[in-house]
């Protein structure tokens, strides 16, 4: 069973048109698992109505509509469905140079000159189409559905709570009423929680303009976390920040053993994923992280003023993470241990 990919394409020259048309039909006649189905358009005159009425998976522009196209069009389309829309756009021009620079290139913004192979292209929309950001991300995806559900079952009983809050801090409480009730949504799977992603566990970069507790931090080509309060860095009470340093050796040495499929390396990262080592907690490994061990025994303290002079933000911990990194450091220091018990005395008691 085949899945359909829907592409809106907006090009003004004919023959271009036509070169994508069959390019298109000779990939659907090939391909039997992804099929492409495009509506083209000479300009943006319908394409409001097209993004609302139906799922859109990309967007492939042109810059210029023609001779007339003084302003390159293409451009403020661009602008306005990266503003409005949650749908990934290719640039397929002769005239990329007219393009504005507002904007990075990513996986969903890309850049292809108009005698680049329309079938390279093609594969490149099914490469991101396979990740699912569509079902998930896209209009009508499983973020609208669950935003309704938010709407009607909760939102809708509870709203007259938000009438006599001050105005310009209504839609941020209301924003994050909803996402909670969506986040604890996503995490529950039937009746037990799902799994994370290792690369869930970073937010990078990150929201906050200043070093925070649970960030990763470079000081001097050093990886910190910071450990201090979250509390007493939100209020400015932290004089001097608690950080705890970073090790990268012995992850990378153990992920070389693992690429190798070395069945000790796997029980001994197993290990780490499940912190059980007191001493250490793992940062897993991730395409935007390389992965490394937290270790509580090398603590650093920096003053607040040191800290925001010399070091910036690598990445933050997300903060469902950052509270067990918390939790765990503070009970490796308030352990208080017995004297060590003679198992041989207890063997022969129970012996006898």
Same mark, same amino acid.
């Given at each position: 069973?085949?899945?359909?990919?829907?592409?809106?394409?907006?090009?003004?020259?004919?023959?271009?048109?036509?070169?994508?048309?069959?390019?298109?039909?000779?990939?659907?006649?090939?391909?039997?698992?992804?099929?492409?189905?495009?509506?083209?358009?000479?300009?943006?005159?319908?394409?409001?109505?097209?993004?609302?009425?139906?799922?859109?998976?990309?967007?492939?522009?042109?810059?210029?509509?023609?001779?007339?196209?003084?302003?390159?069009?293409?451009?403020?389309?661009?602008?306005?469905?990266?503003?409005?829309?949650?749908?990934?756009?290719?640039?397929?021009?002769?005239?990329?140079?007219?393009?504005?620079?507002?904007?990075?290139?990513?996986?969903?913004?890309?850049?292809?000159?108009?005698?680049?192979?329309?079938?390279?292209?093609?594969?490149?929309?099914?490469?991101?189409?396979?990740?699912?950001?569509?079902?998930?991300?896209?209009?009508?995806?499983?973020?609208?559905?669950?935003?309704?559900?938010?709407?009607?079952?909760?939102?809708?009983?509870?709203?007259?709570?938000?009438?006599?809050?001050?105005?310009?801090?209504?839609?941020?409480?209301?924003?994050?009423?909803?996402?909670?009730?969506?986040?604890?949504?996503?995490?529950?799977?039937?009746?037990?929680?799902?799994?994370?992603?290792?690369?869930?566990?970073?937010?990078?970069?990150?929201?906050?303009?200043?070093?925070?507790?649970?960030?990763?931090?470079?000081?001097?080509?050093?990886?910190?976390?910071?450990?201090?309060?979250?509390?007493?860095?939100?209020?400015?009470?932290?004089?001097?920040?608690?950080?705890?340093?970073?090790?990268?050796?012995?992850?990378?040495?153990?992920?070389?053993?693992?690429?190798?499929?070395?069945?000790?390396?796997?029980?001994?990262?197993?290990?780490?994923?499940? *912190?059980?080592? #007191? !001493?250490?907690? %793992?940062?897993?490994? =991730?395409?935007? @992280?390389?992965?490394? +061990?937290?270790? &509580?025994?090398?603590? *650093?303290?920096? #003053? !607040?003023?040191? %800290?925001?002079?010399? =070091?910036?933000? @690598?990445?933050?911990? +997300?903060?469902? &993470?950052?509270?067990?990194?918390?939790?765990?450091?503070?009970?490796?220091?308030?352990?208080?241990?017995?004297?060590?018990?003679? +198992?041989?005395?207890?063997?022969?008691?129970?012996?006898?």
């Amino acid at each position: 069973m085949s899945e359909t990919i829907r592409i809106i394409i907006i090009e003004d020259d004919e023959q271009q048109k036509n070169m994508y048309r069959d390019a298109i039909e000779e990939f659907n006649y090939e391909n039997g698992v992804y099929v492409f189905e495009s509506v083209m358009m000479n300009d943006d005159e319908n394409l409001p109505r097209l993004l609302y009425e139906d799922r859109c998976d990309c967007l492939i522009i042109d810059l210029n509509w023609g001779a007339d196209d003084v302003s390159n069009s293409g451009n403020r389309v661009i602008q306005t469905i990266v503003k409005n829309k949650r749908v990934p756009i290719v640039v397929m021009s002769g005239n990329l140079n007219l393009l504005e620079e507002d904007i990075s290139d990513s996986n969903f913004f890309t850049k292809h000159d108009r005698t680049d192979l329309f079938s390279d292209v093609l594969n490149e929309i099914v490469s991101i189409y396979q990740t699912g950001y569509t079902k998930a991300l896209g209009y009508s995806g499983k973020i609208d559905e669950l935003l309704n559900e938010v709407f009607w079952k909760y939102l809708s009983s509870n709203i007259n709570h938000w009438e006599n809050i001050v105005n310009g801090t209504k839609e941020k409480r209301i924003l994050r009423y909803a996402i909670t009730r969506i986040n604890e949504m996503l995490t529950l799977e039937g009746e037990k929680h799902d799994d994370y992603n290792a690369i869930e566990f970073y937010i990078k970069p990150s929201l906050k303009d200043k070093a925070f507790s649970g960030d990763i931090v470079i000081i001097e080509d050093k990886k910190y976390i910071i450990i201090s309060a979250s509390c007493d860095m939100e209020q400015d009470n932290a004089e001097y920040v608690v950080m705890c340093k970073i090790e990268f050796n012995e992850i990378a040495s153990l992920l070389s053993k693992v690429k190798e499929d070395d069945v000790k390396a796997k029980d001994r990262l197993r290990s780490f994923v499940n *912190n059980a080592k #007191s !001493r250490y907690h %793992l940062l897993p490994p =991730c395409r935007i @992280f390389p992965g490394a +061990l937290i270790d &509580f025994q090398q603590v *650093n303290c920096i #003053s !607040r003023e040191e %800290l925001d002079e010399k =070091c910036s933000v @690598f990445a933050s911990v +997300l903060p469902v &993470f950052a509270k067990d990194i918390h939790g765990r450091f503070s009970q490796y220091y308030g352990r208080q241990g017995q004297p060590q018990l003679n +198992l041989d005395d207890i063997i022969t008691f129970v012996k006898k």
